[in-house]
């Protein structure tokens, strides 16, 4: 077979296997991955160990970052935790280079002979082990394709071309770390190019100098890929992808140098055992060298990165709004704290209802009034998820009877909440689409809702009893009234008929809000009488 046409069929297996592998094994640990890596984050050094076994498990540093996305949206784990996850993942990352280091052909073979004889013997009829079998798939191909690699180079070494090209590289090593960087950016994984120079060094294909080189590029490149691939979005989401860049730049910043200086000084100073090992071997330490040291100084100088995250990529306004203040994960081991912390963040919740309305009130040109009342909506909802989270949690870690009322009625009432929230969001996009948001029967139904809200917030975060039943007497049924309201605007033949629809719907919003802010104050005063008994 032509070397050449070996050699990209060794890469199309290579790159397919690890595409599959990466996909099989988050099927295999996505069920209890989450709850996993929350329970096990208690500390610093449990965080970075954590986040080399998450390394481990995708056996790709951007697949790590798109995880811990998902672990900071959902409120399992807090932003400095997450860092750290980030931060120690590319280690893990490093098990599967080492694979490259040792004849892997031959393993390959058997792992695809296991493959055939699991599906003679019909032993992927349940869902368990046909995902194992489909990692086992592509750990199979992934190993033959590299086996073919190293294969093809030995035969590859003699070409005249190849030769050639080896020879221009070598003139420096800034075009190996070039090659480095944009391999790197296609394949969106350090691991697999360094994984592709260990082979190729195997070969006879490429000196050692320049496969070094390669590493160090790839793992810049890599870094850059994960922030190239996050560019539309905000916040601490992006954040994180920059603070994975970061910590593989400063391992390449740290040992760069170095190896710049003295090529020679990465294999008789930091590997003096190097005459014992092979060339793969040294190759693969030194790209787990890379991963510690940018893992390492990142950790140290956190605070100092942290600050330069804020700078380069600046909280977005919701997150602004509505950051958790008082509900931490470690809280929802004690109930009677959890209760009391989850209330703090539901009465900030109650008090900024009224902000939703500033929109459209009469001559309002407060600050809130010019924040959009998505962003604002956004912000208020995922704070009400994360009190959701928080709860269930609690309730988790609590099985006493008293406690798990309490929580269900707390849990009920952040239900109410999150509905009125939505009510409000929503009455409020159908009046901005009317031509005068603020005048007539609109800016009626804006200001006495207004004033009921405040009497909301005031009647429920300060115990008042008296206001709470004035509050309930306001918002009892109104349906007569708002009957006649709608019956006067279908009557009216003056105006555009899209606006008069506008408004028409907007009273049934208005009136299941006055609905849902008694419901709320029922709720409260039930969650009091639990609470106290």
């Not at 909280?315 to 958790?324: H, I, Q, R, V, Y």
Request: some cysteine.
């Amino acid at each position: 077979m032509n070397q050449t046409t070996l050699t990209l069929a060794g890469l199309g297996l290579f790159f397919t296997g690890l595409h599959h592998l990466a996909a099989s094994m988050q099927v295999l640990s996505a069920g209890k991955m989450r709850a996993f890596l929350s329970k096990i984050t208690a500390n610093p050094l449990s965080c970075a160990s954590t986040g080399s076994l998450l390394g481990i498990i995708t056996q790709s540093s951007t697949a790590s970052v798109y995880v811990c996305m998902g672990l900071l949206n959902s409120g399992a784990l807090a932003f400095n935790c997450v860092l750290l996850l980030v931060c120690w993942s590319s280690v893990g990352t490093s098990l599967l280079v080492f694979l490259a280091a040792v004849d892997v052909q031959l393993a390959g073979i058997y792992v695809m002979g296991l493959v055939g004889i699991a599906h003679l013997f019909n032993a992927v009829d349940n869902i368990g082990s046909k995902h194992i079998i489909a990692f086992l798939f592509s750990f199979g191909i992934l190993l033959l394709g590299l086996g073919m690699i190293k294969e093809a180079g030995i035969g590859l070494s003699e070409s005249e071309s190849v030769k050639a090209f080896i020879g221009f590289a070598s003139e420096a090593s800034a075009i190996g770390f070039a090659i480095g960087i944009i391999v790197a950016l296609i394949t969106r994984s350090s691991a697999s190019v360094s994984m592709l120079a260990i082979t190729l060094t195997i070969s006879g294909v490429l000196p050692f100098h320049d496969a070094v080189a390669i590493v160090f590029g790839a793992s810049a490149g890599s870094g850059l890929s994960v922030v190239l691939a996050t560019s539309r979005m905000h916040g601490k989401i992006r954040q994180l992808a920059i603070y994975q860049s970061l910590v593989k730049l400063l391992g390449v910043t740290v040992l760069l140098p170095l190896f710049w200086l003295d090529q020679d000084w990465i294999k008789t100073t930091l590997f003096p055992f190097y005459n014992d090992i092979s060339v793969g071997t040294l190759i693969a330490l030194i790209y787990l060298s890379l991963q510690l040291t940018g893992a390492i100084t990142a950790s140290l100088i956190q605070n100092q990165l942290l600050s330069l995250l804020d700078w380069l990529c600046p909280p977005t306004l919701d997150e602004k709004l509505f950051t958790p203040l008082y509900i931490y994960p470690e809280a929802s081991a004690d109930a009677d704290m959890a209760i009391i912390l989850a209330t703090k963040e539901q009465d900030r919740l109650l008090i900024a209802l009224p902000e939703y309305l500033e929109t459209i009130r009469l001559e309002t040109e407060t600050t809130i009034a010019k924040i959009p009342i998505d962003i604002r909506h956004s912000a208020a909802c995922h704070l009400g998820n994360k009190i959701r989270s928080f709860m269930e949690e609690t309730a988790l870690h609590n099985d006493s009877e008293t406690a798990i009322e309490r929580i269900f009625a707390l849990q009920s009432l952040n239900e109410a909440i999150m509905s009125l929230q939505n009510s409000l969001a929503s009455f409020v996009e159908t009046l901005q689409a009317t031509k005068n948001p603020d005048s007539g029967w609109t800016a009626s139904m804006t200001e006495g809702l207004h004033l009921v809200l405040i009497m909301l917030a005031e009647a429920l975060t300060k115990d008042g009893n008296e206001d709470r039943e004035l509050l309930l007497t306001l918002t009892s049924d109104r349906g007569k009234l708002m009957d006649k309201i709608r019956d006067s605007m279908l009557s009216e033949k003056s105006g555009d008929l899209t606006e008069r629809q506008a408004l028409f719907v907007s009273t049934g919003i208005f009136e299941r809000i006055i609905w849902l802010v008694r419901q709320i104050a029922l709720s409260k005063s039930s969650l009091n009488t639990v609470t106290s008994n």
